[in-house]
């Protein structure tokens, strides 16, 4: 049995009179992949927001390879090793894609690289180094990717534009990946290509655990060793995703829902 990673105990978060997360607890086994799914606003941006820092949890415990998170800053949590991609794009548009994770290394070398931009001249052989390690990472990712290093971030497609906070957000070297909904706006050809890479990178760091927010069924199907069902922020089911989509109740919180697509 792999040790936990992630210990999340009866964790809420309640905005005013709303409960966006209501006693959830789960937990994540190094090296694992666990899916999360369920309807719009059942509060799966709200848990990753919780264990980032983003959010504060009004109850509950998430302890992290044996820490607490919850009441950390968000500078901290990614020192820990946790990195998440948001459900919209937040790269630097009008850096180059190499540079997008140039600075996602910087939590990780000495001078810090933002800095070292800032000073050019200064610690430059720290920035070469970061930016070979960049490049390395983009190659792991998508080979794709690392061949358009050198372009703006705004000029890519959608697909690569998801792929590249992938990339940014492994350069922190995080033993906890969170991806919230990394297919959006990508076809079915771009999605299966998505997969491909997420195990790649999982081939290479045995040890890094992923949570993924999925609205793409096929993606869930394929990918996660397991999967989460939030419904208006409570946890309803757990299990395989062939177990947990033949529940009576998981297929009620979907109807109307229009987001399952299995
Ligand atoms: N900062 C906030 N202030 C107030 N309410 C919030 C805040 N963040 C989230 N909520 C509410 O919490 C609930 C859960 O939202 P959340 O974004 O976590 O849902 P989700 O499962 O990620 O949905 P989607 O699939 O649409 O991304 C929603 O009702 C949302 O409006
Ligand atoms: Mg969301």
């Not at 998430?62 to 950390?72: S, V």
């Amino acid at each position: 049995m792999s040790p936990m990673l992630l210990e999340c105990d009866a964790v809420s978060v309640r905005f005013g009179g709303l409960a966006a997360l209501e006693g959830v607890s789960f937990t994540l086994a190094q090296g694992e992949i666990l899916g999360i799914i369920g309807p719009n606003g059942a509060g799966k941006s709200t848990l990753f927001n919780a264990i980032t820092g983003i959010y504060r949890a009004s109850a509950g415990r998430m302890r992290f390879a044996g820490t607490e998170l919850n009441g950390r800053p968000v500078h901290r949590i990614v020192e820990l090793g946790i990195a998440r991609t948001f459900q919209s794009s937040r790269l630097f548009a009008d850096m180059s894609v190499l540079d997008n994770v140039v600075i996602g290394l910087h939590t990780r070398t000495k001078t810090g690289v933002l800095d070292a931009v800032l000073r050019y001249g200064r610690a430059r052989r720290e920035l070469e180094d970061a930016a070979r390690r960049a490049a390395d990472l983009l190659r792991t990712v998508s080979v794709d990717l690392f061949e358009q290093r050198y372009r703006r971030a705004s000029e890519l497609a959608q697909a690569d534009r998801r792929r590249l906070e992938i990339a940014r957000a492994l350069a922190t070297e995080p033993k906890l990946l969170l991806l919230d909904e990394p297919s959006s706006g990508m076809d079915d050809r771009e999605t299966k290509a998505l997969v491909r890479d997420i195990r790649t990178v999982c081939k290479e760091r045995s040890d890094l655990s992923i949570m993924i927010i999925e609205h793409d069924m096929s993606l869930v199907a394929e990918l996660p060793d397991r999967v989460m069902v939030l419904d208006y922020g409570r946890k309803i089911a757990e299990g395989s995703f062939e177990s947990v989509r033949a529940l009576e109740r998981v297929q009620q919180a979907y109807l109307g829902g229009a987001t399952a697509h299995a």
